[in-house]
């Protein structure tokens, strides 16, 4: 017999808003998070705009001890638990350091490249023979499962602790695996989400495939444009999301706030057949992981609301918008309202699904439905398939019960997971 799955706790590193009542507050009035980035423009990038969430030193010492930031280069890392500590908090969970584990409770919280600055640094102090220098915790920060690791060890987790990465779609697939673990009865609860590492090193690979805005260096916050006829490519960005995912009665048992319900969802991959390659989605793939989604959280295409959708700014973004019309058969007015969170934060990257996620669960708990900035001029082959009324340009207030969200990822990669406004 299938479990409910429920969302009890939120927490967020973005660039718009670093936790979720300053997030939210961006969510509701149109707030970017992108400004210009003088260290690209000094590395003479073609992008000199990114989306980075501002951490101060204070904000640091309420996640880390003096010690544990002696040495500590890992922006990926500092977002997690900025994020993933938060959700526990919100959830109503304590940290207890206690001698037992807490063996009801795990995490699955992903990440692309981690700690690429640590890597930098060690890989000059060996060039400079200078081994011996590199500390003790080289190997921590820069292991992609040291995002885990470390909440792990912060959150005292006797349950699975691991790290997933696929690309762009690690976040929205990291969710999926929690939902799919507790569902299994092999949990109580997992914290799950994903981050992303910022910096030159992470961004220039993409700066170079030339898929990156740089029309709008000298206008930072009109530079992320989703489904504009003027988009010129994504914003590179950083942070990261983090969702306390629960089974109901687990919930209900130590009271806690309930934010959404995970009906189900899907994740596959188009294997690079097709249409699909590498840095391209095989719409046949993505097609069929909206319609098995939908089928997994046993609803119809036609109680869809809305959709949170992957949406970069780039050449794609109209592609997505016909994979979507053919996976729900829903055009013109009858489409569901469509949003890209990327026009405020850019593309976070490994960071991307968990982020959006959060906005999505925020939007059902809180009964809105963000705009989308930077889009007048709505794509004409997007307004070929829905009505620009689909659309919104500001927020707007609206009671929503179910929204789609979405993440494609390189690798050909896809992630779908069904959120449903909760309903005791």
């Known amino acids: 017999m299938s479990k409910r799955i429920v969302i009890t706790g939120l927490g967020v590193a973005a660039p718009n808003g670093v936790g979720i009542p300053a997030f939210t507050h961006s969510l509701r009035n149109s707030i970017s998070g992108i400004r210009h980035d003088a260290q690209l423009q000094e590395l003479q990038f073609s992008c000199q705009i990114a989306g980075q969430p501002p951490i101060s030193d204070e904000l640091k010492l309420e996640y880390f001890t003096e010690l544990e930031l002696r040495g500590f280069n890992s922006t990926g890392i500092l977002y997690g638990v900025i994020a993933g500590i938060e959700a526990w908090k919100n959830a109503g969970l304590s940290i207890e350091n206690n001698e037992e584990p807490d063996w009801n409770s795990g995490t699955i919280f992903g990440s692309g490249t981690s700690g690429i600055d640590k890597f930098r640094e060690s890989i000059y102090k060996i060039d400079e023979l200078q081994v011996r220098r590199l500390g003790s915790t080289v190997v921590a920060q820069t292991m992609n499962s040291g995002i885990s690791a470390y909440l792990g060890g912060k959150l005292g987790l006797g349950n699975q602790v691991t ?24 949990a109580k609860r997992i914290l799950a989400g994903s981050t992303g590492d910022s910096g030159p090193y992470i961004w220039a690979g993409f700066d170079a495939l030339r898929v990156c805005s740089s029309k709008y260096n000298d206008t930072p916050k009109q530079g992320s444009r989703p489904m504009s006829a003027s988009a010129a490519g994504f914003v590179p960005g950083s942070g990261a999301g983090a969702l306390v995912i629960e089974d109901l009665e687990s919930a209900l048992e130590r009271g806690a706030t309930i934010y959404a ?17 590498m840095t391209a989605p095989n719409s046949t793939a993505v097609q069929r992981c909206i319609t098995d989604a939908i089928q997994n959280a046993g609803i119809s295409a036609t109680d869809i609301d809305a959709i949170n959708g992957h949406l970069t700014a780039t050449t794609k973004d109209s592609l997505e918008i ?3 019309t053919k996976a729900l058969d829903r055009k013109g007015t009858n489409f569901p309202y469509i949003n890209s969170l990327k026009s405020m934060t850019g593309h976070c990257l490994s960071a991307a699904g ?21 889009c007048k001029d709505l794509h004409p082959e997007i307004t070929a398939l829905i009505d620009a009324s689909k659309v919104p340009l500001k927020t707007i207030d609206k009671n929503l019960n179910i929204i789609a969200k979405a993440s494609f990822g390189f690798g050909d990669v896809n992630a779908c997971i069904i959120f449903k406004k909760f309903e005791n």
């Open 354 to 374: 968990s982020i959006e996620s959060v906005a999505t669960v925020l939007q059902l708990h809180e009964g809105f439905l963000f705009g989308n900035t930077n």
């Open 322 to 324: 016909d994979n979507w």
């Open 261 to 277: 319900e995970i009906l189900g969802g899907n994740v596959n991959s188009g294997g690079q057949r097709g249409n699909g390659s």
């Open 163 to 186: 790290t997933n990465s696929s690309a762009c779609a690690t976040g929205t697939e990291a969710i999926m695996m929690a939902y799919d673990r507790i569902q299994a009865g092999q």
